[in-house]
Nanobody, 123 residues
Framework: QVQLVESGGGLVQAGGSLRLSCAAS????????MGWFRQAPGKEREFVGTISPGGTTYAADSVKGRFTISRDNAKNTVYLQMNSLKPEDTAVYYCAAARYSYTTSNRYDYGTWGQGTQVTVST
């Protein structure tokens, strides 16, 4: 079973950028649909975006045009590049591996999660 470890979170001013990384263990990474989610205090965990094994991406409307998902299958790593950050982007960000071989924004379709990394955007 794949294990996931996120990194790259931190404190940034509004308008700034951060790149999150999610390193995966296991030989099946290249065949997995991977997703990014976030959870702000007191709110439900919400979908940010997903990427297929072949690199096709789909992003939530709230981040479209600002966030970009990519992956390097040779390094078993998926990335979330976040630009033009806003205070409302403040949350714990999680990467996850999907249970199924299709694109999905439903968090219940993801069976393996990382521990999360905190992103804080100040005004």
């Amino acid at each position: 079973q794949v294990q996931l470890v996120e990194s790259g979170g931190g404190l940034v001013q509004a308008g700034g950028s951060l790149r999150l990384s999610c390193a995966a263990s296991g030989r099946t990474f290249g065949s997995l649909h991977m997703g990014w989610f976030r959870q702000a205090p007191g709110k439900e965990r919400e979908f940010v975006g997903t990427i297929s094994p072949g690199g096709t991406t789909y992003a939530a409307d709230s981040v479209k045009g600002r966030f970009t998902i990519s992956r390097d299958n040779a390094k078993n790593t998926v990335y979330l590049q976040m630009n033009s950050l806003k205070p409302e982007d403040t949350a714990v960000y999680y990467c996850a591996a999907a249970r199924y071989s299709y694109t999905t924004s439903n968090r219940y379709d993801y069976g393996t999660w990382g521990q999360g990394t905190q992103v804080t955007v100040s005004t």
